[in-house]
């Protein structure tokens, strides 16, 4: 690869220190694994400045240094952690070489504008290092419990055959006791059960509720907002605590003076219960969707003879869409993760997959619970990838994006 101008190199001052600061970073993740972080800042810092320099002075050929030093510290790795840090090393190999070129050559200015400032150049990496931090900060302990959802011991920790990547570690057993256990299919039988139902009930009291509240004339609808809106405010133990009393009344005048099977007013409890945490986001969503409706659409279907209903499904109703079915994705996630109010609210017979997992944590440390949580974020995944097309959608049908 043909360098740069010298003209656009930069000082070897500015360079190494940077590049030290990287290896470092790298080195205490690799150093703290092995029982000492500052050794490993140490070693990792002055491993990337030695190479830095080696790239080049010594060796002056970015390709030639890239795979010498892909495969040093594959091989590295190799010798000391196995496959698994092998793969590690050949990554961190060739991220600092890399790296070490991106500095010194000034490529970090290729895509940027030409009259930025020094400090204005270094906010705008800087701001991508602390969103990346964040994200990684985020996302680790989700990546950590779905490798180890294929643990062939029943640990919740890697076991060195995992580490080694060897084939021996890995196992789906957990995945095929949460399919054949019985306790493990009533929980996930009643969240399928429950989830929906209070889906529906928060997608249509929401869509209702959001849509009155976008007119102007309603009084006090701040105020009412804000009400509305308070269950995803308020502590959830302060609800669960206030739902227990308020449905235990209505489950004892539904028993005592209508009839209705005990298990079936459980399930009416908890589905009430469920409903009324998703409806905010409900509100949130339509509300967001309601800002760019145009209503003069509302009043030429009016003024064309049709009545307020055939109004909202013929009209309104295709243009929000977007919003309603993205609140009805939070609610229904709501509903599905919530564990802490069907504790207070709802019995044995209601027992959801939350309220099953919080069960194996607290009596019987079951490691099935990872295999439930792979695929409970999987469910999640799905799901908000389905939110974001939805919101693509909404822009464009609002002319707010051209694609």
């Given at each position: 690869?043909?360098?740069?101008?010298p003209?656009?190199?930069?000082?070897?001052?500015?360079?190494?220190?940077?590049?030290?600061?990287?290896g470092?970073?790298?080195?205490?993740?690799i150093?703290?694994?092995?029982?000492?972080?500052?050794?490993?800042?140490?070693?990792?810092?002055?491993?990337?400045?030695?190479?830095?320099?080696?790239?080049?002075?010594?060796?002056?050929?970015?390709?030639?240094?890239?795979?010498?030093?892909?495969?040093?510290?594959?091989?590295?790795?190799f010798?000391?952690?196995?496959?698994?840090?092998?793969?590690?090393?050949?990554?961190?190999?060739?991220?600092?070489?890399?790296?070490?070129?991106?500095?010194?050559?000034?490529?970090?200015?290729?895509?940027?504008?030409p009259?930025?400032?020094?400090?204005?150049?270094?906010?705008?990496?800087?701001?991508?290092?602390?969103?990346?931090?964040?994200?990684?900060?985020?996302?680790?302990?989700i990546?950590?419990?779905?490798?180890?959802?294929?643990?062939?011991?029943?640990?919740?920790?890697?076991?060195?055959?995992?580490?080694?990547?060897?084939?021996?570690?890995?196992?789906?057993?957990?995945?095929?006791?949460?399919?054949?256990?019985?306790?493990?299919?009533?929980?996930?039988?009643?969240?399928?059960?429950?989830?929906?139902?209070?889906?529906?009930?928060?997608?249509?009291?929401?869509?209702l509720?959001?849509?009155?509240?976008?007119?102007?004339?309603?009084?006090?609808?701040?105020a009412?907002?804000?009400?509305?809106?308070?269950?995803?405010?308020?502590?959830?133990?302060?609800?669960?605590?206030?739902?227990?009393?308020?449905?235990?009344?209505?489950?004892?005048?539904?028993?005592?003076?209508?009839?209705?099977?005990?298990?079936?007013?459980?399930?009416?409890?908890?589905?009430?219960?469920?409903?009324?945490?998703?409806?905010?986001?409900v509100?949130?969503?339509?509300t967001a969707?309601?800002?760019?409706?145009?209503?003069?659409?509302?009043?030429?279907?009016?003024?064309?003879?049709?009545?307020?209903?055939?109004?909202?499904?013929?009209?309104?109703?295709?243009?929000?869409?977007?919003?309603?079915?993205?609140?009805?994705?939070f609610?229904?996630?709501?509903?599905?993760?919530?564990?802490?109010?069907?504790?207070?609210?709802?019995s044995?017979s209601?027992?959801?997959?939350?309220?099953?997992?919080?069960?194996?944590?607290?009596?019987?440390?079951?490691?099935?619970?990872?295999?439930?949580?792979?695929?409970?974020?999987?469910?999640?995944?799905?799901?908000?990838?389905?939110v974001?097309?939805?919101?693509?959608?909404?822009?464009?049908?609002?002319?707010?994006?051209?694609?």
């Amino acid at each position: 690869m043909a360098a740069l101008t010298p003209i656009s190199r930069k000082p070897m001052s500015l360079v190494l220190p940077i590049v030290a600061a990287a290896g470092g970073f790298f080195g205490l993740f690799i150093g703290t694994s092995n029982g000492s972080g500052y050794m490993g800042v140490l070693i990792g810092a002055l491993m990337a400045v030695i190479g830095a320099v080696l790239y080049i002075f010594v060796l002056k050929n970015e390709k030639l240094g890239k795979w010498i030093t892909i495969a040093l510290y594959g091989a590295l790795g190799f010798l000391f952690g196995g496959l698994a840090a092998a793969i590690v090393g050949l990554l961190y190999g060739w991220f600092i070489q890399w790296f070490s070129y991106w500095l010194y050559e000034g490529r970090y200015r290729a895509r940027l504008l030409p009259y930025l400032t020094p400090g204005q150049v270094l906010w705008h990496y800087s701001f991508r290092v602390i969103c990346g931090a964040i994200f990684t900060f985020l996302i680790t302990p989700i990546l950590v419990v779905m490798p180890l959802s294929f643990n062939a011991q029943d640990f919740f920790t890697f076991t060195p055959e995992m580490l080694r990547l060897d084939p021996a570690g890995y196992s789906l057993k957990h995945y095929q006791d949460f399919f054949t256990n019985n306790e493990w299919q009533r929980s996930f039988k009643n969240s399928l059960i429950i989830a929906p139902i209070a889906t529906v009930i928060s997608v249509s009291l929401g869509t209702l509720a959001a849509i009155g509240l976008s007119q102007s004339h309603v009084p006090g609808r701040r105020a009412i907002m804000a009400i509305m809106i308070s269950p995803m405010i308020v502590p959830l133990i302060i609800s669960a605590t206030g739902m227990f009393f308020f449905y235990s009344d209505i489950g004892n005048w539904m028993e005592g003076t209508l009839g209705l099977n005990k298990t079936f007013v459980g399930y009416v409890k908890v589905v009430l219960a469920h409903a009324v945490l998703g409806i905010p986001f409900v509100i949130i969503t339509v509300t967001a969707t309601l800002v760019g409706f145009d209503r003069s659409l509302t009043r030429a279907a009016a003024n064309m003879g049709a009545n307020p209903v055939t109004t909202f499904f013929r009209v309104q109703m295709p243009l929000i869409l977007p919003g309603v079915i993205s609140g009805g994705l939070f609610a229904f996630i709501t509903s599905f993760d919530e564990v802490v109010v069907v504790l207070f609210v709802g019995s044995a017979s209601q027992k959801t997959l939350p309220w099953q997992m919080f069960t194996g944590l607290r009596e019987q440390i079951s490691p099935t619970i990872l295999a439930v949580a792979t695929i409970l974020v999987g469910i999640s995944i799905l799901l908000l990838a389905t939110v974001e097309l939805l919101r693509r959608r909404s822009e464009r049908l609002r002319g707010m994006s051209p694609t």
